[in-house]
Structures are given as structure tokens and as C-alpha cells.
């Protein structure tokens, strides 16, 4: 590997971990799993997967090369915003509610079923890329692949992303009806906060 490339292309299990924790619970009570969920129910599955999967990736490249850019800034610049972002996402989990689960039975009961690939594809794609632009989990990744590195945070965050819509289409009913989504958002802000204390740490120290 040339010594000479812009980013650092290391990968870090910890990191990758890390990524993957922080990402799936955040996305979880987000309004993006939901939509997976009511697509679900009208469309066929393993077709919304790969939209929705194809939308993340764009979305993650687009996270991360901006988290690489900004890593460019003084480090405890960079440590300050990033626990600032950090401790904004906790707020906003530990906040929590909304009725994103009311909408999509309610999305997915009222609209008609979709059939075929491309046109299942496109909207599953089309959802998820309008949906996620400025979204939490998307800042999230552009701020740990500014303090962390980019390899292991994409993968990471990919990985959790593309887990939490598929799970949203195999059990999304069940985990809607039985695991108080509450609970996952409190877990995703303590983990946030966490996050949020270790790079204020890091930026004085």
C-alpha cells in the first residue's frame, strides 16, 4: 500500500465494532426502519432490502469522505465538534418518541401492493436516500469517520444499517409490537453520551 494515499486505509476491529454498535441503535428507532417495515408489507422483501442497502452505501460514501475531510481540521478542533455532534445525538435519542411506528402501519395498510423488481427497487432506493440526508446516523458516521477512521466506519456502519433493514423486514413486526423502541434509544444516548464525553476528553487532554 502506498504510503502517499490522502486517508488512512487501516482497519481497526475495535473501531469497526464501535461504528457498528453506535450506528444500529441509533438507526433502529429511526424513521428509516419503519419505512423498511411498511415497504415490507406491500412489497417483496428481498427486493426492498436491496434498495434500501443501495441507498445506505451512497450514503455512508458520502458520510464518510466529508468525516475524512473534516478530519483535515487542528485534531482538538476536531475532538470538540465531534463531542459536541456526539452529546447533540444523545439529546436527540434520549429525547426520544415520535410516531414513526403509527405511520408506517399506517403507511403500509392504506397503500396498494407494488410488484416487480425495478420499480420495488426504485422506490425502496428513492425512500431511504430522501429520508436520510442530514439524518442522525448519517452525521454520526461522518463524525467517527473524522475520529476514528474512515475503513472500519464504513464497513461498520454499513453493516448496521443494512442489519437494522433487514431486520425491520424479516421481524419488524414483532420487534415493533414487543421491544419498547424507548428502551434502544436510551442504550443508543448513553452509548452517544459516552461518545460524547470521550472526545471532549481527547480534545483537552
Known sequence: MSPDLPFDLSFDGATFATAFAVIFLAELPDKTMFASLAMGTRMRAPWVWLGTSSAFLVHVAVAVAAGSAFAL???????????????????????????ED?????????????????????????????????????????????TRGPLPVALGALLALMSVSALALVAGRFIADRVPLRVVQRVGGAVMAALAVWSLLEAIL
Open 73 to 99: 481540521l487542528p485534531e482538538p478542533l476536531v475532538h470538540a465538534v465531534a463531542a459536541a455532534l456526539f452529546a447533540f445525538g444523545a439529546y436527540t435519542l434520549l429525547r426520544g418518541g415520535g410516531d
Open 102 to 146: 403509527g405511520d408506517a402501519e399506517e403507511a403500509g395498510g392504506r397503500a396498494p401492493r407494488i410488484t416487480g423488481f425495478w420499480r420495488t427497487y426504485v422506490t425502496a432506493f428513492t425512500v431511504v436516500f430522501i429520508s436520510e440526508w442530514g439524518d442522525l446516523t448519517q452525521i454520526t458516521t461522518a463524525n467517527l469517520a473524522a
